[in-house]
């Protein structure tokens, strides 16, 4: 069975220093796998995601995401944190099943604390 | 604008009685979706839906039931709620199996 761990419930940083999100997932086959924000109140929101090719993806709000297959890691990162990226983060893998179809199995989210 | 609606956004209902949370989308995509989010847990994919007529179980669809007969909607069926369905649920919707998907504002519900 697939499964998509944030070891963090929760990662303070102050505003301006480089942020990361961690992500780590099992599965068998190729994975898809994205980021998502979801602001207080709001449903989710896609920020990015690899399907294939270069490990190293870029998304919405100056985020990206790296791939490593080796450590079957999708760490989110931000080289400088705004107060307004403070939200509840979620990683995401979808898996070929069943010929085709396609369940989403999330983490359990990552409370991102920006401290002014 | 393209968007998915849910109704409504807040219920408060009791055990057993039979509630449907509507969720629509206006982008034509084939592949729909419910979660239920709760805390510490994340989101819980309760039924998926490939397209019309084809719905599929997530890891948790127990005391929940789907229809897809068109291919906007897909509405979500409590057929005999308990207080254990109270919950943050959200519609999705994506193109393909294999895209993004865009979600609905969420529907909190507490069965009393």
């Known amino acids: 069975a697939q499964s998509v761990a944030q070891p963090e419930d929760q990662v303070n940083v102050a505003e301006g220093n480089p942020l990361t999100v961690k992500c780590t997932y099992s599965?068998?086959?190729?994975?898809?796998l994205f980021w998502y924000v979801q602001y207080p109140n709001r449903g989710l929101q896609f920020l990015l995601k690899?399907?294939?090719?270069?490990?190293l993806v870029k998304g919405s709000y100056g985020f990206e995401a790296e791939f490593n297959k080796s450590q079957t890691s999708f760490h989110l990162k931000k080289p400088s944190a705004l107060v307004s990226d403070s939200a509840l983060y979620f990683c995401?893998?979808?898996?070929?099943?069943?010929?085709?179809?396609?369940?989403?199995?999330f983490g359990t989210g990552t409370k991102l604390q920006v401290i002014p | 604008e393209a968007q998915v609606t849910q109704n409504p956004r807040y219920l408060i209902t009791v055990t057993g009685k039979k509630l449907t949370v509507t969720c629509s989308q206006n982008?034509?995509?084939?592949?729909m979706s419910w979660y239920r989010q709760d805390p510490g847990l994340g989101l819980r994919q309760i039924y998926y839906?490939?397209?019309?007529?084809?719905?599929d179980k997530g890891d948790v669809p127990e005391g929940y039931k789907v229809s897809r007969k068109e291919k906007r909607n897909f509405p979500l069926i409590l057929e005999s709620p308990s207080p254990n369905q109270t919950s943050l649920y959200f519609c999705?919707?994506?193109?393909?199996?294999?895209?993004?998907?865009?979600f609905g504002p969420g529907t909190r519900l507490t069965v009393l």
């Open positions: 995401a893998v979808r898996v070929p099943f069943r010929g085709g179809y396609q369940k989403v199995t």
């Open positions: 999705a919707s994506s193109p393909q199996y294999t895209d993004t998907q865009y």
């Open positions: 982008m034509n995509h084939e592949y």
């Open positions: 839906s490939m397209n019309v007529e084809v719905t």
């Open positions: 599965v068998s086959g190729n994975p898809y």
């Open positions: 690899y399907i294939t090719g270069d490990n």
